[in-house]
């Protein structure tokens, strides 16, 4: 009973996290941006500076007619969102967030590999509506999201597999049990590849052709209203807070800090997540979206080199040390 | 021709991209430039070009202003009376008597010709812009609104220093100048008399 009662916590803990810290995320984003370029942003829903703009952006979503196209393959259609979003769900759970096994959903022995395909499942989702739609924009965004994550899962999984050698471990709580403070500038390379795959990966600016509203109108969500809609929403904000929490546990060391590991280790994960999730927020604001090829070439060219190098160096300098 | 590139210095590559990422985070911390209108009223120049308020006191019907109205968006009626004459046995006067005075303000294009042209001050720009309507009919706006927004003409800005005197205070300046002169001047031929008659 007791055992029960364990994992029904933990998966309300996680499941709580994962409904707030998204809308935070956008929240911040909102605020962010628009401080970014000069303007308020939200300032009247829920009367402090806008607070509940995202409440009340759900509210207004719940409201709306859920369309479904007359040619949509209707199954797969009304599947797609689902599919996008609780691959970050499942992420979650495998994430630990402080020191020692209290502090983690799941511990998951394969932990990088379990993270990293699950994610990759994430994509999965917005293929499904691009092809499911019936429409010609939906399956150009549909297809340049498979082309985005064939070019971006592979460096992202050699940075992973970089640390995975450094800590000798895949297992997420067993790398950051292996941490020490000049892993930092020993990994950074992978970091940077690390993360700005991981930016691809979620089709976020700069990285958004997929979905660029610009000229293929918003890419495989297109014919997408109402609640189904703002699910993919929310799976871009839940894709924020797994790919920050992960670059933290997998390269920033997690629960560690300069002081006070022991009792606020958490504390030091949530930080540096949020850290990592305002520099997606100003990458976004900063910079203009890449073109396809452009896409295609920072991945094949630069990021997967990097990261190949980032190996070589973890090798020798893993060989040199033991 | 176009001018020659300056000459390239070694650029440290990705230099560029961390100059747009200090752009959006200097930005980030100044001051927003959003005005929250209407929590708060907006500061307008002392010339805004609202509305036009009419000073229905000055208006003489010369109808200058609804003949020079680009799009005749001024509307004014009329009748004559006779006023009886200020001094026995002089000539009874004619006067004219508003009865309407109206400005489409669906059709104003706010060039303010009327305010130009009216000769006797009568017509005056007002900053107050918060008169939208939901009918363009009633746009129409008529003497009473008119009236009413002249309340909220500001006073005209101060001149410059040294400027020349305003055209109506000089010659308001002569008159109490020339009734001065001759007061004294008849203080003067009393005095005289009286020195005379002793």
């Excluded at chain 1, 000798?168 to 500038?185: M, N």
């Amino acid at each position: 009973m007791n055992d029960v009662l364990d994992v029904a916590l933990r998966l309300v803990i996680v499941f709580a996290v994962f409904m707030v810290l998204p809308l935070v995320v956008g929240q911040t984003e909102h605020k962010v941006m628009a401080h970014m370029q000069g303007r308020l942003g939200p300032m009247y829903a829920g009367g402090f500076h806008g607070w509940a703009q995202l409440v009340a952006d759900g509210v207004k979503f719940a409201q709306k007619e859920d369309v479904v196209p007359a040619g949509a393959d209707r199954r797969i259609f009304q599947l797609a969102p689902a599919v996008a979003l609780l691959p970050y769900l499942l992420v979650l759970v495998a994430v630990p967030i402080g020191p020692g096994e209290g502090a983690v959903g799941q511990v998951v022995d394969a932990g990088i590999f379990f993270v990293l395909a699950v994610m990759g499942v994430g994509v999965l989702g917005s293929l499904m509506a691009g092809w499911a739609s019936a429409n010609k924009f939906s399956l150009l965004g549909g297809l340049r999201t498979a082309a985005q994550l064939l070019a971006y899962e592979l460096p992202m999984l050699l940075a992973a597999a970089s640390v995975a050698m450094a800590a000798g471990t895949v297992s997420l709580p067993g790398i950051l049990d292996a941490f020490e403070w000049w892993w930092l500038p020993w990994q950074i390379v992978g970091a940077l590849v690390f993360f700005v795959a991981g930016l691809a990966e979620l089709q976020r600016p700069p990285f958004d052709m997929p979905v660029a509203d610009s000229e293929i109108i918003f890419g495989a969500y297109t014919e997408y209203t109402g609640l189904r809609f703002a699910l993919f929403l929310l799976a871009e904000y839940a894709g924020i807070v797994v790919l920050c929490g992960l670059t933290t546990v997998l390269f920033l060391g997690g629960w560690h800090g300069p002081f006070g590991a022991d009792g606020l280790g958490w504390v030091w994960t949530l930080l540096k997540t949020a850290v990592l999730a305002f520099v997606v927020i100003w990458l976004r604001v900063t910079y203009p979206r890449l073109r396809e090829d452009q896409l295609q070439k920072l991945a094949w060219t630069t990021l997967i080199p990097l990261a190949l190098a980032q190996i070589a160096l973890t090798g020798i300098v893993k060989v040199a040390i033991s | 021709m176009p001018a020659s590139p300056p000459p390239s210095r070694p650029r440290i590559p990705g230099s560029g991209l961390a100059k747009g990422l200090a752009v959006t985070l200097r930005t980030m911390t100044r001051k927003t430039v959003t005005a929250q209108y209407p929590d708060v009223q907006p500061e307008l120049p002392p010339r805004s070009r609202g509305v036009i308020a009419l000073f229905e006191e000055n208006c003489t019907v010369c109808m200058l202003c609804a003949r020079e109205c680009p799009d005749w968006c001024i509307y004014i009626d009329s009748h004559k009376e006779t006023v009886p004459a200020t001094t026995p046995g002089g000539r009874e006067r004619s006067r004219n008597v508003l009865d309407r005075f109206a400005i489409d303000f669906s059709l104003c294009m706010y060039c303010g010709i009327c305010i130009e042209v009216c000769p006797f001050d009568a017509l005056f720009w007002s900053p107050e812009f918060e008169y939208a309507e939901t009918d363009i009919l009633e746009l129409t706006h008529e003497r009473d609104k008119l009236r009413e927004w002249m309340w909220t003409v500001p006073e005209p800005p101060a001149l410059d220093p040294g400027a020349e005197e305003p055209k109506e205070i000089a010659a308001a300046r002569k008159t109490a100048e020339k009734l001065e002169a001759q007061r004294a001047q008849e203080a003067q031929q009393n005095q005289k008399e009286a020195e005379g008659e002793e």
